[in-house]
């Protein structure tokens, strides 16, 4: 229906609305953002579509545990992200700095990375990479893992507990524990923006701001961490990733259907805007 009123309209579905909320910034006038309610809907929608030989809609979603050649979609019109999830794409970017200058302490950040010999977005995916691999092993059994992050990271040191994190869910997962470590250290092969999952991130990240990395504002919650990933993320440190490219490379073959604008409060072509 909405095609009627304009035959350029593009049409770009994303999982959920904190897509939405982030994709709105940055979409061309003639495009309609969709949030679809998850992945498998939005994978659905784009094949039914296709099926109508429907032109102009694009599909995003997550990679999550769908470890596999990612060049192997089941359309031309479907893009997936090069991290587990939105929150693992944006703390890959330069939004988690802009989110540490909010929340963070400058002095403690340098005394972290000084002692830890990582910068803080490598030791956080250093932190959240045991849940991950978990979460795998888990994945693949068809079990739903024993994940709880605050039980497992020691607040003070910024530390994760692995032992009582694999002790929690070797039982559970009907393994015994050097199995679940063995099986752990074999997802070391998959790239580790793919295995952290995004919830483990936030999470892991606000207990590392409360005392080892910040200024102790506690009552920040996991939901204003994302929110504000979103709102501390830039096109210029996004350009470069795989979704962007991505759905730069089906606006020109899927001319005159635009998904982008060209920089931040216009709605005509690309360019290198802000």
């Not at 959920?16 to 982030?22: F, I, Q, T």
């Not at 999830?85 to 000084?114: M, N, Q, T």
């Not at 607040?155 to 559970?172: I, M």
């Not at 730069?248 to 360019?271: K, M, Q, T, Y």
Request: hydrophobic share 40%; proline share 3%; with cysteine.
């Amino acid at each position: 229906m909405l095609r009627q009123y304009s035959s350029r309209l593009a049409f770009f579905l994303v999982e959920g609305d904190s897509e939405v909320n982030l994709w709105t910034a940055w979409s061309h006038e003639e495009c309609h953002l969709v949030g679809s309610g998850g992945k498998s809907n939005v994978i659905g929608a784009i094949e039914r579509l296709d099926a109508r030989n429907f032109k102009g809609a694009l599909g995003l979603v997550d990679f999550d545990y769908e470890i596999s050649d990612m060049e192997e979609m089941s359309s031309q019109n479907l893009v997936v992200l090069d991290a587990h999830d939105l929150e693992c794409w944006l703390c890959r970017s330069d939004a988690l700095v802009r989110v540490l200058r909010e929340y963070g302490d400058s002095a403690k950040i340098a005394s972290f990375e000084e002692d830890d010999g990582v910068d803080v977005r490598q030791g956080l995916v250093n932190r959240a990479l045991p849940f991950g691999q978990v979460r795998l092993v888990a994945k693949k059994r068809a079990v739903r893992p024993q994940i709880n992050v605050p039980r497992f990271v020691d607040r003070s040191k910024w530390r994760v507990h692995l032992d009582q994190l694999v002790e929690a869910n070797a039982s559970h997962l009907s393994m015994s524990k050097d199995e679940l470590r063995e099986e752990m250290e074999e997802c070391a092969r998959y790239d580790p923006w793919i295995v952290c999952h995004g919830n483990d991130m936030i999470n892991i990240l606000r207990i590392g701001l409360a005392e080892v990395l910040g200024n102790g504002r506690t009552n920040v919650s996991p939901g204003d961490l994302s929110a504000n990933l979103r709102l501390a993320a830039r096109r210029d440190a996004l350009k470069d990733t795989r979704p962007w490219r991505g759905i730069e490379a089906w606006e020109s073959a899927n001319r005159p259907f635009l998904i982008l604008r060209s920089r931040e409060g216009d709605g005509g072509g690309h360019s290198d805007g802000n």
